[in-house]
């Protein structure tokens, strides 16, 4: 896949505010929040979209999914609850081509989405 500005984020060459970090993932505050708590779970080695998942990437997207929820718990918010989204392509709203979890909290979320 192509660089993306998530690569450089990654290679520390353009600052983020980075809250939790281990060998596979990293993660950040988002730079237009839509929630108080509004952060972004990134594998280390990207993959442009969900649609590039491969049976042996199953691994690093439960590692994705558990760190959001260990960092929830650790900054205390995962009883009253959270929100974890992917967005895929076009539809999905995805503007950022490397595969990320949003992880959006603080607020009561609604749904259907818009
Ligand atoms: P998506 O629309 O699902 O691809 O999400 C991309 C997200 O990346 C958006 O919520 C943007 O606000 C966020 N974003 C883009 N550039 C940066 C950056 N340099 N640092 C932090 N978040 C960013």
Redesign the pocket.
Known sequence: MGDT?FGK?IRRE?P?DIVYENDDVLA?R???PQAPVHV?FIPKHAMATLNDAIPSDATLLGNLLLAAADYAKREGFAEQGYRTVI?CNEHG????FHL?V?LLAGRSMHWPPG
């Open positions: 500005i984020i353009i983020a950040f988002d730079l237009n972004l967005n709203g995805q503007t950022v990320h949003h």
